[in-house]
DNA sequence: CCACCGCGTGAAAACGTTGCCATGACACAC
DNA sequence: GTGTGTCATGGCAACGTTTTCACGCGGTGG
């Protein structure tokens, strides 16, 4: 039976001043003699004492916890999203509320938000305009990570510059036929989903090449689909791009199956640099997940503490990783 | 500019009722008349209003969070916990708070977690009795996940029966000369990891077999090390039990490396189900984590809100997931 | 007809903080 | 010695809830 907590009363009577100096000191704000403010800290730290959150949130009107809504917590990308909004939140002093969405249609209702957080975190789900504002109308501060919405602070990956410099390095291997595996659900495709289309669109374009666009459902089953049709058409490509490294797993199992060797007949690459794929070597194009959760935690913590952050929109570079999944096509290299 | 948020008292005016009546019918308590229930509910509704849960917490004592303290979010496996003990809490209407203990080396000291939380769950995170019991004077109810600790509330694996079942396994694919790799820190070797290796030495002893464990650091490093080690043996073993799938990864590497085929001249077994093993088609023992988490979010629940709980301390049972990297010796498929 | 009870409701006191204002001590310039 | 200013400190009213108690109202049993 854990007895009540020590309070900040208790405090003061132990180091014999009146709360509101207990307070202050424990604030660190300045006007106390050096001499009282180590009697106060001595006696806090003998009642292991902390302040109550809850209690000066009340007052202060601020509850110095940032909410994260994130579609679902286990797979990698989130986790390691999560993981850095945690750490930058930490540092500031702020704790982190985590949510998962997952099924709930309408998390901007069902949660408790009001009252209960300074600032609201959106990992990879797609608002509407109406439901972010709902969302700010309870929660505060809204950030967009991985998405974005116009007028709305977040923090993305430079999806167009990703998929174009894929492209390229696909092209740069000496492609020319280079399929594209795009995904969209029946709610239609996310706009991270579209940019990183037209960024390959844009590539191809620029090489006077035609591109090859297949959308198909999200996920391994996506990929796994869209490969069985691009090999069913008589000149195959050389190369494939797949959307997401989750695509790309999906393709790969299919190539493998389908007893296509990768990347001797067909090169392949994914995007986001999952935890298989350095194990599969797949080339694929680096997000830094956590980066992406570290400055929107830094820009939680500015938006929050009510100073003006340096950008509210933060578009962050990717990386291409090459692996071994990604080599010249066969055609250059048998010729002489 | 978000306005401030409504309060109890705008709604009692709305509704034409007093705060109390307000707090009765959001409470869900018995004695309001229907008609005042439903007037009270729409005024809230159309306000978009949720209780304050800084306020209530206040004056009930129970903040409605249970703290979660996690080494970090980023492995699979504590994400896998988390999310399940996330969804559980948020089933019974309790916030997640999360925390990262990463390098803090006294995160019982250093989090804000008295007066903020109802519940501390640990996962993975091997305490002293005395770190426990300072947490729990904290921050209430102590719930150990992965671990454990005489007289404290856990939530684990059977670790010995995952490891005897695995080297049952190995057993009845006819291998003889089967290996083990263990972990240790410089501080040490953790229960789980210790309780792992009794479990592999109890098989062994009840088939009338040598043990033969190779203890080196956790992670795929180890592994690999191992692996060396144990190839450079006159007679190396013909399959060997990794304490963990990251170590069984490090060993799979090594394996290739050396060009020794898997399974054809080592089976190779792991421990976990980590997300790879699928991909490269690793045997290994399945300890459904976000079911750990569940079950421990259960657990939460029952501590925070005063029931007792069936049991205060669960171990759930381990599966094998047979898969390409085990098969029978190859003296035996040799032999007539 | 009165005492009593149950029911629906309101008033008011907590809960543990913070911020503002008041107080007292002391130093300094006049 | 009086006025003015600064500094360290204490007192007190919030903040938004829950909870206890009290109230008024009909109905029921004596």
Redesign the interface.
């Given at each position: 039976m854990?007895n009540?907590?020590?309070s900040m009363r208790d405090v003061a009577r132990r180091a014999q001043v009146s709360l509101s100096t207990v307070s202050r000191v424990l604030r660190g704000s300045a006007g106390v003699a050096p001499e009282v403010r180590d009697r106060v800290r001595t006696a806090a730290d003998e009642l292991?004492?902390?302040?109550?959150?809850?209690?000066s949130?009340?007052v202060t009107?601020r509850?110095c916890?940032v909410a994260v809504v994130v579609p679902?917590?286990?797979p990698?990308y989130?986790?390691?999203v999560?993981?850095g909004l945690?750490?930058a939140l930490?540092e500031v002093g702020l704790?982190?509320?985590?949510?998962?969405a997952?099924l709930l249609e309408d998390w901007t209702?069902a949660l408790?938000?009001?009252?209960?957080s300074d600032a609201l975190v959106a990992v990879a789900l797609e608002l509407t305009e109406e439901q972010c504002a709902?969302a700010?109308?309870?929660a505060?501060?809204v950030i967009l990570v991985g998405e974005r919405l116009p007028g709305r602070a977040s923090v993305h990956i430079d999806d167009h510059a990703g998929t174009a410099g894929a492209t390229r390095h696909l092209l740069n291997l000496g492609h020319t036929r280079i399929a594209y595996i795009g995904s969209q659900t029946e709610r239609g495709m996310s706009l991270s989903s579209a940019t990183r289309m037209t960024g390959y669109h844009e590539a191809m374009a620029k090489a006077g090449l035609e591109p090859w666009t297949v959308t198909k459902t999200p996920g391994p089953e996506g990929g796994e689909l869209a490969v069985g049709e691009l090999l069913s058409h008589q000149s195959p490509p050389t190369a494939v791009l797949a959307e997401s490294d989750d695509v790309a797993?999906g393709a790969h199992r299919a190539l493998c199956r389908s007893g296509v060797p990768v990347p001797e007949t067909i090169s392949l690459m994914g995007f986001d640099d999952h935890?298989?794929s350095s194990?599969?070597g797949l080339t694929t194009v680096d997000q830094a997940p956590?980066t992406l959760g570290t400055v929107a935690g830094h820009l939680a913590a500015d938006l929050v503490q009510g100073r003006r952050p340096p950008a509210t929109r933060v578009e962050l570079p990717v990386q291409i990783v090459p692996r071994r999944s990604t080599a010249a096509p066969r055609e250059r290299r048998t010729s002489p």
């Open positions: 854990p009540r907590p020590a292991s004492y902390a302040v109550s959150r809850n209690a949130g009340l009107g509850t916890r679902s917590l286990c990698w989130f986790a390691s999560v993981s945690g750490h930490h704790d982190m509320l985590v949510h998962q997952g209702r408790p938000l009001r009252h209960n709902h700010a109308d309870m505060g501060p797993l935890d298989v194990v599969l956590q």
